[in-house]
């Protein structure tokens, strides 16, 4: 039962929630767009994405909207909400805290 | 920021709980969605339709987990997955209607009898008394002994200390007093009655029905004769008359004005258990006279009891302190005196009302929780024994994604109802069983009413009993439910069908849990059978006096006519001249006391020309004011000297006869075997009286006590004054010896005591058969119940061995088959069978018998004639528990002998 072994616990959250601020999209299309956006280096099983999508969902982050997808069928459309917006903004600044410490610890020129 | 967050989730639990059917639909919808893109996508890429949808799905990584993981973020799915899980395990138990059964009812067993005992340690020991404030009342006492009672000068000195205590109240005996006798009417009647002091009221927290009760100013030495009267009574005897009060009744042939009805208060009075003495609280008063005590008053005798409530903020300890300093003072006062060999001490009042029944009832709820633990651990045996068979379901279960938490979860959610449904039957069958027990048995306990009718269900039992049956359920759930989760999966699913052997983890599981039943078998049959020890031991005690045909009628004297000895003496007379001439009576005594109804008086002892000790009061002896034809009616042989006889009266020199322990004890040194016929003793500030005869010992305080150096004086040798206080503090009572059946004559001599006393009723008739069945009936309960739960336990752990060794012969059904095509006799396999069933056995005997060494001293107090540890009990139960083990490994054994080798090898 692999786990998204690829990505920093946690930052999964942070990418979806990303992702979906930027327009409302549907699993499948989240799952393209992923590997996309990030050129194919950070891998996303598809068994993993749909637990963590179902997770944001119930903590209120994002909300689910049934529409006609791209190609006229019936799937299931996640949006940011208010409270979403707000996570994202937190996480995205935890994250940028973290990664310049970790950049600004890796730059340090050996004696 | 916390309310916005439920604004979104709220919707989503109840939605994802209560739509459960469209969310799941949704999940698949939108799974589904996913895979057909993603076949598309490979479709795209040139795959066959075949290859893209393998491809699809692998990338999907299963399917199902992954729904199920989804599922487990609703955070819903936890109360989703236990009412299915409970569904499930309904229609398992439906499905096994046998199991179910036998289950239930060991669990309904186990658990009612839980319920039982712990409704009696409820009413008993939990409950609080029934006064305002009932943990801040202190009982004031004599050293350690309840049973002594407060004279008037010891509760004016205590009185004083108002600084840590308020509502002090006197008050004197409800059952073991005289009581007065209410006699203006056609229906004369002994009334229960206790004198009381003003401030018992507030203390007890009485609530007045009509008019008031005493004032301070009334409750003094010549105040008015004023009476109050129980809810009760007054409903009773005079149908709720309101008009009562303010007028008259005739009490002890005495006008007291009616000034107030009272509701039925928890009243109080000490009595006497196998423990000693307590105080108890089961009996209704009738009426309230005012004690109307002298505070300058130097009357070192009275057997009052007292009693205060603490001052808020005082401690129990700080409550002492000042007790103490009263005592110093009262000391100064009365230097040397009854007090000597006691100091003033307080206990809280509940105390004094069950602590010294806490130790049985304890003992008994341990016991009853063995048999609890002994249902429960059968229950769990027979749970293993179906998990072999589910082996594959759970294989599947867990090859389809359900964690190891989660089939844990299930299985304990299948569990659970059995023993839901054993609580909910244990209630009901346990209170059932102890109710039947109360009504049917005398039971000496404090505080559980007539009949043990304050003996109730209420909401702590109930609640007691269902965490009961939860905590038990899970704990013993959970074994059965982690030996199967344990399971290898691969392995359980490869094994063919039903006859897949069990695990070796699970047989080891059940051989231990047999073991343990046995050992807490042996332990509750040690338990038993040294009550039962107790018992025959209590039986066959010679009492010192023969009770058969014995019939005893209480008479109060508490009236001014008989104040005088001269008075009481002509009624003994006149009542033994008509009684004794009716056919069948073979003689009539009257004493103030009965041996083993103790409540007997002790009085100092100083022996004439010993040279005095610097405690003059240093000998004390239990007295006990008898007519002439005591002796003859309860058959205590004359050792030495004479009895008294009906010359020994008001004009005769003062005499005494005393029993063998005092001669022995009081003159050690005689080796005449003459002593102490013609010394000279004096009992408290009486004058001298010469010992006139040494009779047998007679165990009065108790059977199981040793008895105590004892004299007796003759009922018309008292001085007045004692008389009178003696009528004051205690019933006479007529004691006849018959021919035959003695209830038979009792109409007859009731008729006879009433015409020589001038009308006077009798009440509280009672043979000397039923007084030493009383004697004993707390013992006589332990046991009785004991018995039961051993029982109880012998059945089960027999079940459970028995249970273990048939599901190991069917087990190795083909091993046992192979022996015999081999050569092996029947005799080898009942060998071997009941060789591994014994070995189980004994194993728990010898834990067992660690654990009964261990446990039974702590019931060393409620034993009598036998050793906590006794050798012989102990071996015996262990003897007769590996019999019923044997028994029980047998019978699977014989079944093993009769495989068919042929039939067991073609299995293979």
């Given amino acids: 039962m692999s786990k998204p072994s690829d990505l920093v616990q946690g930052t999964l959250d942070l990418l979806l929630l990303k992702i979906l601020a930027l327009e409302p999209l549907n699993g499948f299309a989240i799952s393209l767009r992923l590997k996309q956006v990030s050129s194919d280096v950070l891998q996303v099983s598809d068994g993993s994405l749909y637990p963590a999508l179902h997770k944001l969902e119930q903590e209120g982050w994002i909300a689910a909207e049934w529409k006609l997808s791209e190609n006229n069928r019936r799937a299931k459309f996640y949006l940011l909400t208010r409270l979403g917006r707000k996570q994202l903004a937190k996480e995205a600044a935890n994250w940028t805290r973290l990664s310049d410490a970790i950049s600004h610890v890796v730059r340090i020129e050996e004696a | 920021m916390r309310l916005e967050h439920w604004f979104y989730t709220i919707p989503l639990r109840l939605r994802s709980l209560f739509r459960r059917r469209q969310v799941e639909a949704e999940l698949d919808e939108e799974l589904r969605y996913h895979l057909e893109r993603k076949i598309e996508e490979f479709d795209a890429r040139g795959l066959s339709r075949e290859e893209a949808r393998y491809a699809a799905f692998r990338a999907m990584d299963g399917l199902e987990q992954r729904k199920e993981e989804c599922r487990d973020k609703r955070r819903t799915n936890s109360i989703e997955n236990f009412f299915q899980d409970l569904r499930y395990g309904l229609r398992m138990l439906r499905k096994s209607p046998g199991f179910t059964a036998v289950a239930v009812l060991t669990l309904a067993l186990g658990i009612g009898a839980n319920t039982a005992i712990f409704t009696v340690v409820n009413a008993v020991l939990l409950r609080p008394l029934a006064y305002p404030e009932p943990d801040r009342i202190v009982n004031f006492m004599l050293g350690n002994h309840e049973i002594e009672g407060t004279s008037v000068p010891m509760f004016m000195f205590w009185r004083e200390q108002t600084e840590v205590l308020q509502d002090f109240a006197l008050y004197g005996e409800v059952v073991k007093g005289p009581g007065v006798n209410l006699t203006n009417t056609d229906r004369p009647e002994r009334l229960r009655s206790i004198p009381v002091s003003a401030d018992f009221f507030k203390l007890f927290g009485a609530s007045i029905e009509i008019g008031r009760t005493f004032t301070a100013q009334e409750d003094v030495p010549g105040g008015p004769r004023l009476a109050v009267l129980s809810d009760g009574f007054w409903r009773r005897r005079f149908g709720a008359d309101r008009t009562l009060v303010g007028k008259s009744i005739l009490l002890g042939g005495e006008p007291y004005v009616v000034i107030g009805i009272v509701c039925d208060i928890e009243p109080i009075h000490s009595a006497w258990n196998a423990q000693g003495p307590s105080l108890r609280t089961d009996t209704p008063a009738d009426v309230w006279l005012p004690v109307q005590a002298d505070p300058n008053s130097a009357d070192q005798g009275g057997n009052y009891r007292s009693a205060a409530r603490l001052k808020p903020g005082v401690t129990l300890e700080m409550a002492k302190a000042r007790t103490k300093l009263a005592e110093a003072r009262f000391r100064q006062k009365f230097p040397g005196g009854k007090l000597s060999s006691f100091s003033f001490n307080l206990e809280p009042l509940s105390e004094a009302v069950v602590g010294n029944v806490r130790l049985g009832l304890l003992v008994l709820m341990g016991a009853v929780s063995f048999v609890l633990l002994i249902a429960c651990a059968n229950v769990a045996n027979l749970q293993l024994a179906r998990a072999t068979g589910r082996r594959r379901e759970m294989a599947i279960r867990a090859a389809l994604g359900a964690g190891r938490r989660r089939i844990v979860f299930q299985l304990l959610t299948e569990t659970l109802p059995l023993w839901l449904a054993g609580g909910a039957l244990g209630i009901g069958f346990g209170y059932s069983v102890l109710r039947a027990l109360l009504a049917s048995s005398s039971v000496n306990l404090p505080r559980i009413g007539a009949q043990g009718s304050a003996v109730t269900l209420d909401s702590r ?33 490869k094994e063919n069908g039903t006859r897949s052997g069990s695990g070796l983890g699970q047989s080891k599981t059940r051989a231990i849990l047999v073991v343990i039943e046995m050992a807490l078998t042996l332990v509750l049959l040690a338990g038993a059978a040294l009550l039962m020890r107790t018992f025959v031991a209590l039986r066959t005690v010679d009492p010192g006096f023969e009770a058969h045909n014995v019939l005893t009628f209480e008479m109060s004297l508490n009236q001014a006519r008989f104040d005088q000895t001269v008075a009481v003496a002509r009624l003994l007379r006149d009542a033994q001249r008509r009684v004794e001439g009716i056919p069948g009576v073979e003689a009539l005594a009257a004493t103030r006391s009965l041996p083993l109804d103790p409540n007997p008086d002790y009085a100092p002892v100083i022996i004439e020309g010993r040279p005095p000790t610097k405690d ?203 022996r015999m095509a081999l050569g092996a006799s029947p005799r080898d396999v009942i060998r071997m069978v009941v060789r591994r069933g014994m070995r189980l056995a004994l194993m728990g005997v010898l834990i067992g018998l660690v654990g009964a060494w261990a446990l039974t001293p702590l019931m060393a107090s409620l034993l009598y004639g036998v050793k906590a540890s006794d050798p012989v009990v102990l071996t015996s139960v262990a003897v007769l528990l590996s019999a019923v083990a044997l028994v029980a490994s047998l019978i699977p054994a014989r079944r093993a002998t009769r495989v068919d080798p042929v039939l067991a090898l073609r299995l293979e």
Avoid: C
């Fill in chain 2, 461 to 493: 039992v109930i609640i007691f009993t269902m965490l009961t049956a939860t905590f038990t359920g899970i704990l013993f759930g959970l074994i059965p439910a982690f030996s199967a989760s344990h399971d290898d999966v691969s392995a359980a699913l």
């Fill in chain 2, 616 to 818: 003059r009061y240093q000998d004390w002896a239990a007295s006990r004011d008898v007519s002439a034809p005591y002796f003859e009616v309860f058959r205590v042989p004359l050792l030495r000297g004479r009895l008294f006889t009906e010359r020994d009266d008001e004009r005769a020199p003062r005499v005494v006869v005393i029993n063998e322990t005092m001669a022995k004890a009081f003159w050690p040194t005689d080796s005449l075997g003459r002593a102490p016929l013609g010394e000279r003793i004096t009992l408290y500030e009486e004058p001298p009286r010469e010992i006139i005869g040494v009779v047998a010992d007679v165990r009065d305080a108790e059977l199981g006590s040793k008895p105590e150096p004892m004299v007796y004086v003759p009922v018309g040798q008292r001085l007045d004054a004692d008389n009178a206080e003696d009528n004051k503090e205690s019933s006479m009572i007529w004691v006849v010896r018959t021919k035959s059946e003695p209830y038979s004559l009792s109409d007859g001599i009731q008729r006879e005591l009433r015409i020589a006393s001038g009308g006077l009723p009798v009440s509280h008739i009672r043979s000397m058969d039923q007084v030493r069945m009383e004697a004993t009936a707390s013992s006589n309960f332990n046991m009785m119940l004991f018995n039961i739960f051993a029982g109880i336990a012998v059945l089960l752990a027999a079940i459970g061995i028995y249970g273990v060794m048939a599901y190991a012969v069917q087990q190795r059904t083909q091993e046992i088959g192979v």
